[in-house]
């Protein structure tokens, strides 16, 4: 299957052979703001009234955002509709009745892993949610013994998902001296799974901090020449430049297409459901950040102050690498509008209001309520703007 261009242009999108993403799980709920008190109207005192007289700003020289409303606007996404739905419809069925035949617990984890990575374990949280409480209930170690793989890989899965797993699960690789034997290191693939399991450690858990120092030392040491065929010299490299725990999981999804495709035993099925879904999942994210984007336009920011940083784009981005499911779309959005006027009020304190400003400004924050005496001229009245509009996206999310 061809991966057709997709949606949003250069700064935040890779494209390789024509396919283009936003580059963005931690998978939480959205979260609903509960105001417990109506906004009130008070009259300033006579220590907060302020200097009406004209007031040098400061300028924090940040250059206009190349993400405009009319072009956001204009850009589409040809994954939608019917035909789309169809077909997705079709891969799960199909990737669902691969879970379900796959019996051996090894085959399990790898599916697990390679479902994560591709994007895909959305699609199959319950199916993927009973196997690992199987796993972790199966008192049968046979199949791991002495296997610092599949070890590795149970370690990493269990404990992302929750469960303990005690760090003494890999003392049987240790020699007389306490040392993680030396010829684990001959075995690049576990080497790498045991590399990437160390990352879920907890404090003060010295195994795992020694299999971090003992994984990381040995697989810098790797020679290109040397990796066997399961494991790219490049998916090492990328490894250690950043573990799989730190990293965004839209963004590895992105990489690690373009990775499972070179693999000799890939699963043509998974590798068609994981381009679909990730071109029908960033046309959603497209249709988004139109919305937000308009809403961005009508609140006048962006074009009233022209001393703040007009970062819309960036704080959607910000908030996919929060909650990339598809169906948590209301805590993207709220998101975005949070990151992006908390990125305005910090450009208020930090480069354009003054003291006494912003002693009035914090104030009114705080007690959440529109002074209406402030003294507002044309020097200040972005604040009160950036107030009112504040207080707006408050009560919108609050009721």
């Not at 300033?44 to 405009?68: E, F, K, M």
């Not at 790898?110 to 690992?132: K, P, V």
């Amino acid at each position: 299957m061809a991966m057709s261009s997709c949606i949003v242009p250069s700064t935040f999108i890779t494209s390789v052979n024509g396919f283009k993403c936003l580059p963005f799980e931690t998978n939480r709920a959205a979260i609903r703001i509960c105001v417990h008190k109506s906004i009130q109207c008070v009259a300033t005192s006579a220590r907060t009234q302020l200097d009406n007289s004209t007031v040098a700003r400061r300028s924090g020289n940040y250059q206009p955002t190349i993400w405009d409303n009319d072009y956001l606007q204009s850009l589409s996404s040809h994954y939608t509709g019917e035909t789309y739905t169809r077909k997705v419809e079709k891969l799960e069925g199909e990737v669902r009745t691969m879970i379900n035949n796959v019996a051996k617990p090894l085959d399990q984890l790898e599916l697990i892993d390679t479902l994560q990575r591709l994007g895909l374990a959305y699609h199959f949280d319950t199916e993927i949610s009973n196997i690992l409480h199987n796993i972790y209930n199966n008192k049968d170690d046979e199949w791991k013994k002495d296997n610092l793989y599949a070890t590795s890989l149970e370690f990493r899965l269990l404990r992302q998902h929750g469960y303990h797993v005690s760090q003494e699960v890999f003392n049987s690789f240790k020699d007389k001296k306490g040392s993680f034997k030396l010829c684990l290191c001959d075995d690049i693939k576990a080497m790498l799974s045991f590399y990437e399991a160390s990352y879920y450690s907890t404090e003060e858990e010295s195994i795992m901090e020694e299999a971090w120092q003992f994984t990381t030392k040995h697989l810098k040491d790797v020679d290109n020449k040397c990796v066997d065929l399961n494991v790219a010299a490049d998916e090492v490299r990328d490894a250690l430049e950043l573990p799989l725990h730190w990293k965004t999981p839209r963004l590895e999804t992105r990489r690690f297409i373009d990775f499972y495709e070179r693999r000799e035993d890939k699963d043509h099925i998974l590798l068609q459901f994981a381009k679909l879904d990730f071109n029908i999942v960033q046309g959603i994210y497209l249709e988004e950040l139109k919305e937000m984007s308009s809403w961005w336009k009508n609140t006048g920011l962006g074009e009233k102050l022209n001393f703040a940083r007009d970062r819309l784009v960036a704080s959607y981005v910000w908030s996919i690498g929060t909650a990339f499911k598809p169906h948590l779309s209301f805590c993207r959005k709220r998101l975005t509008e949070v990151l992006a006027l908390i990125t305005v009020i910090d450009d208020i304190y930090d480069v354009y209001g003054t003291i006494p400003e912003l002693e009035l400004f914090t104030e009114a924050v705080e007690r959440l309520v529109v002074i209406i005496k402030f003294p507002f001229n044309k020097s200040n009245e972005n604040l009160k703007t950036t107030l009112m509009i504040n207080f707006g996206f408050i009560c919108q999310v609050g009721y």
